[in-house]
């Protein structure tokens, strides 16, 4: 863009960025694009109601990096994180409206969802940014709620799922594979030395299904859960793409699920276990090249 003209904004956690997330951000995008503004968006950190509600606070299904990696593949140009406290709860809804979003972003265009309201004890609705849009200049479009088998798709939805092992359904909720991402940790080495060396990953939190083997997206597959063929009961997120020979430490990376392979097992030595392996790495084969 030669000229800033102004911003097209959509607000939210957004996570999961689910089916519903992405009609929000498609509408907000599809603004920018019409009356040449700045496709952008709004989120917080960390969730509102780990702060709000500690308690009772759920996992969040998704860490802010891997959000900011889905948003930017969609095609958002810029996203504003605001660190969310509970200072930040206080903060009146007109404040919020003109000195940021007005002022800060030159709001053009807000993009909300069905349930959104904002400021201090939820008091910035649908109605009163209309209201407020004629006053100062803003378009206001509200995005209804996507449901799918009559149910709103909603990200605690999709993190029940997920837990439970139901990845396919989360998956259709989500619009596209359940994935982790995290930094690429150093492990022990265990895995090199049986000949199928391993990507460790710390996944920040992120919801992560339940233990097991899986295969994965690219022909891999990758354990979750505790060691217990060698005595080892912490979990840990360890992925093998056969083929793959350079270093991965230190990156950060997506892994995309295709299908639970079979539970952890205890097995009697190495070669029982390095057979396990070798059969996994067949079967992700297969199902990769059926897909």
């Known amino acids: 863009m030669s000229t800033f003209k102004g911003s097209s904004v959509a607000i939210g956690i957004f996570d999961g960025v689910h089916l519903g997330h992405r009609r ?6 599809a603004e920018a694009a019409r009356h040449g503004l700045w496709p952008t968006v709004v989120t917080f950190d960390p969730h509102p109601a780990q702060v709000l509600h500690p308690p009772s606070r759920p996992p969040v299904l998704m860490s802010l990096a891997h ?3 889905l948003f930017a593949a969609l095609g958002v140009k810029k996203t504003v994180v605001i660190r969310f406290t509970k200072k930040f709860s206080q903060v009146p809804r007109e404040r919020f409206l003109e000195d940021f979003l007005i002022k800060k972003l030159r709001m053009r265009s807000l993009t909300i969802g069905h349930d959104f309201c904002f400021g ?3 008091r910035g609705t649908a109605r009163y940014l209309r209201a407020r849009g004629r006053e100062l200049g803003f378009r206001l479009s509200q995005v209804s709620a996507v449901r799918q088998r009559g149910r709103i798709i909603s990200s605690t939805s999709i993190r029940r799922l997920i837990l439970r092992g139901q990845l396919e359904a989360a998956g259709r909720m989500l619009g596209r594979p359940v994935s982790i991402y995290g930094d690429v940790v150093r492990g022990k080495g265990r895995g090199r030395r049986l000949g199928f060396p391993t990507t460790n990953l710390n996944p920040h939190h992120e919801t992560i299904p339940p233990s097991g083997v899986y295969a994965i997206k690219g022909g891999g597959v990758v354990h979750i859960g505790p060691r217990p063929t060698f005595g080892e009961k912490d979990p840990s997120i360890e992925a093998h793409f056969p083929g793959f020979k350079g270093s991965l430490y230190g990156r950060e990376v997506e892994l ?3 299908r639970r392979l079979r539970g952890i097992r205890k097995f009697r030595n ?3 276990l390095i057979e396990a392996i070798q059969n996994d790495i067949i079967t992700s084969s297969q199902i990769e090249e059926g897909e």
Not at 24 to 29: F, S
């Open 256 to 258: 995309e699920f295709v």
């Open 24 to 29: 929000i951000l498609g509408r907000m995008l």
């Open 120 to 122: 201090y004890k939820g």
């Open 270 to 272: 190495k070669k029982q």
């Open 67 to 69: 959000r900011l990696r």
